[in-house]
Protein backbone atom coordinates (compact mmCIF):
# COMPACT_ATOMS: atom_id res chain seq x y z
CA UNK A 1 0.00 0.00 0.00
CA UNK A 2 2.93 2.51 0.71
CA UNK A 3 3.93 2.11 -2.91
CA UNK A 4 0.57 3.26 -4.21
CA UNK A 5 0.39 6.67 -1.73
CA UNK A 6 4.12 7.25 -3.53
CA UNK A 7 2.80 7.30 -6.84
CA UNK A 8 -0.10 9.82 -6.00
CA UNK A 9 0.24 13.15 -5.65
CA UNK A 10 -1.11 15.09 -3.21
CA UNK A 11 -3.00 18.12 -3.43
CA UNK A 12 -0.26 20.54 -3.59
CA UNK A 13 1.23 19.02 -6.11
CA UNK A 14 -2.18 19.03 -8.04
CA UNK A 15 -2.61 22.62 -6.94
CA UNK A 16 1.18 23.16 -8.83
CA UNK A 17 0.30 21.45 -12.21
CA UNK A 18 -2.74 24.27 -12.75
CA UNK A 19 -1.03 26.81 -11.66
CA UNK A 20 1.56 25.77 -14.23
CA UNK A 21 -0.86 24.49 -17.02
CA UNK A 22 -0.91 26.54 -20.22
CA UNK A 23 -5.69 26.89 -19.84
CA UNK A 24 -4.92 29.07 -16.44
CA UNK A 25 -1.46 31.11 -17.78
CA UNK A 26 -3.16 32.29 -20.60
CA UNK A 27 -5.80 33.91 -18.79
CA UNK A 28 -3.52 35.68 -16.23
CA UNK A 29 -1.64 36.99 -19.30
CA UNK A 30 -4.31 38.88 -20.75
CA UNK A 31 -5.13 36.33 -23.61
CA UNK A 32 -8.46 36.45 -22.47
CA UNK A 33 -9.27 40.20 -23.05
CA UNK A 34 -8.01 39.22 -26.73
CA UNK A 35 -11.00 36.99 -26.73
CA UNK A 36 -13.71 39.37 -25.90
CA UNK A 37 -12.36 41.92 -28.35
CA UNK A 38 -13.28 39.12 -31.13
CA UNK A 39 -16.54 39.28 -30.61
CA UNK A 40 -16.79 43.27 -29.94
CA UNK A 41 -15.22 43.37 -33.50
CA UNK A 42 -18.00 41.00 -34.81
CA UNK A 43 -20.40 42.87 -33.15
CA UNK A 44 -19.31 46.52 -34.61
CA UNK A 45 -18.85 44.67 -38.16
CA UNK A 46 -22.78 43.34 -38.29
CA UNK A 47 -23.57 47.05 -37.10
CA UNK A 48 -21.34 48.49 -39.93
CA UNK A 49 -23.43 46.07 -41.92
CA UNK A 50 -26.85 47.05 -41.00
CA UNK A 51 -26.15 50.44 -41.53
CA UNK A 52 -24.78 50.15 -44.75
CA UNK A 53 -27.72 48.00 -46.22
CA UNK A 54 -30.13 50.30 -44.54
CA UNK A 55 -28.85 53.78 -46.10
CA UNK A 56 -28.73 51.28 -49.86
CA UNK A 57 -32.90 50.75 -48.84
CA UNK A 58 -33.16 54.71 -49.22
CA UNK A 59 -36.54 55.54 -47.68
CA UNK A 60 -37.13 52.01 -46.36
CA UNK A 61 -34.30 52.19 -44.12
CA UNK A 62 -35.55 54.79 -41.62
CA UNK A 63 -36.91 54.71 -38.28
CA UNK A 64 -39.57 56.06 -39.81
CA UNK A 65 -40.08 53.52 -41.90
CA UNK A 66 -39.94 50.77 -39.50
CA UNK A 67 -43.16 52.10 -37.40
CA UNK A 68 -45.16 52.45 -40.42
CA UNK A 69 -44.55 48.73 -41.57
CA UNK A 70 -44.66 47.58 -37.38
CA UNK A 71 -48.27 49.73 -37.30
CA UNK A 72 -49.26 48.14 -40.07
CA UNK A 73 -48.44 44.22 -38.88
CA UNK A 74 -50.42 45.42 -35.70
CA UNK A 75 -53.33 46.67 -36.59
CA UNK A 76 -53.84 43.61 -39.23
CA UNK A 77 -57.37 42.30 -38.52
CA UNK A 78 -58.50 45.51 -36.83
CA UNK A 79 -60.99 48.31 -38.23
CA UNK A 80 -57.54 50.70 -38.53
CA UNK A 81 -55.59 48.14 -40.55
CA UNK A 82 -56.76 49.75 -44.24
CA UNK A 83 -56.15 52.87 -42.83
CA UNK A 84 -52.09 51.79 -41.75
CA UNK A 85 -52.13 50.58 -45.12
CA UNK A 86 -53.14 53.43 -47.06
CA UNK A 87 -50.81 55.51 -44.49
CA UNK A 88 -47.78 53.33 -45.15
CA UNK A 89 -48.43 52.43 -49.03
CA UNK A 90 -48.98 56.71 -49.64
CA UNK A 91 -45.72 56.98 -48.28
CA UNK A 92 -43.57 54.02 -49.22
CA UNK A 93 -45.53 52.86 -52.00
CA UNK A 94 -45.73 48.51 -51.80
CA UNK A 95 -43.52 46.76 -49.73
CA UNK A 96 -40.94 44.38 -50.57
CA UNK A 97 -41.60 41.12 -48.84
CA UNK A 98 -44.15 38.57 -49.69
CA UNK A 99 -45.95 37.82 -45.93
CA UNK A 100 -46.73 41.65 -45.66
CA UNK A 101 -48.14 42.18 -49.04
CA UNK A 102 -50.41 38.68 -48.29
CA UNK A 103 -51.57 41.02 -45.27
CA UNK A 104 -52.58 43.50 -47.45
CA UNK A 105 -54.69 41.13 -49.89
CA UNK A 106 -57.08 41.43 -47.37
CA UNK A 107 -57.88 45.01 -47.43
CA UNK A 108 -60.99 44.44 -49.40
CA UNK A 109 -60.01 47.43 -51.03
CA UNK A 110 -60.27 46.50 -55.32
CA UNK A 111 -57.49 48.85 -55.93
CA UNK A 112 -54.91 48.04 -53.79
CA UNK A 113 -55.59 44.18 -54.05
CA UNK A 114 -55.05 44.75 -57.58
CA UNK A 115 -51.51 46.57 -57.31
CA UNK A 116 -50.68 44.10 -55.24
CA UNK A 117 -51.36 40.87 -57.12
CA UNK A 118 -48.95 42.53 -59.72
CA UNK A 119 -46.31 43.13 -57.38
CA UNK A 120 -46.85 39.56 -55.90
CA UNK A 121 -46.65 38.16 -59.48
CA UNK A 122 -42.97 40.28 -60.12
CA UNK A 123 -41.60 38.85 -56.86
CA UNK A 124 -43.28 35.04 -57.23
CA UNK A 125 -39.78 33.86 -58.79
CA UNK A 126 -37.52 35.08 -56.55
CA UNK A 127 -39.20 33.29 -53.03
CA UNK A 128 -39.08 29.96 -51.49
CA UNK A 129 -40.31 27.45 -51.89
CA UNK A 130 -43.09 27.58 -48.95
CA UNK A 131 -43.95 31.20 -49.67
CA UNK A 132 -44.68 30.31 -53.09
CA UNK A 133 -47.19 28.19 -51.89
CA UNK A 134 -48.69 30.55 -49.91
CA UNK A 135 -49.20 33.06 -52.42
CA UNK A 136 -50.64 30.25 -54.52
CA UNK A 137 -53.24 29.49 -51.75
CA UNK A 138 -54.31 33.01 -51.23
CA UNK A 139 -54.68 33.34 -54.82
CA UNK A 140 -56.47 30.77 -55.13
CA UNK A 141 -58.95 31.68 -52.52
CA UNK A 142 -58.91 35.20 -54.00
CA UNK A 143 -59.85 33.65 -57.44
CA UNK A 144 -63.03 31.86 -55.63
CA UNK A 145 -64.70 33.73 -52.97
CA UNK A 146 -63.44 37.37 -53.44
CA UNK A 147 -66.79 39.66 -53.44
CA UNK A 148 -64.92 41.54 -56.46
CA UNK A 149 -65.40 39.93 -59.87
CA UNK A 150 -62.59 42.01 -60.88
CA UNK A 151 -59.82 40.68 -58.34
CA UNK A 152 -61.62 37.05 -59.12
CA UNK A 153 -60.47 36.95 -62.45
CA UNK A 154 -56.99 38.98 -61.80
CA UNK A 155 -55.97 35.96 -58.99
CA UNK A 156 -57.35 33.68 -61.33
CA UNK A 157 -54.99 34.91 -64.27
CA UNK A 158 -52.21 35.59 -62.00
CA UNK A 159 -52.63 31.93 -60.88
CA UNK A 160 -52.46 30.91 -64.18
CA UNK A 161 -49.21 32.76 -64.62
CA UNK A 162 -47.36 31.13 -62.44
CA UNK A 163 -48.43 27.65 -62.87
CA UNK A 164 -51.07 26.38 -60.66
Known amino acids: MADYDDERPDWRELDRRK ?5 YGRQEKGEKGAKREGPKNRWQSGRVKEALDRLFLGDKGTPEHDKLFSKLHNSYGSGTFLKHVN ?3 GKYGLPDDAPTLLLILDTKDEGIMSATIE ?35 QAGEALEELGK
Request: aromatic fraction near 6%; proline fraction near 0%; avoid cysteine.
Open 87 to 89: TYM
Open 19 to 23: DRSGF
Open 119 to 153: KLKGLYGSLQARQKEDVRRKLSILSMADRSQKVRE
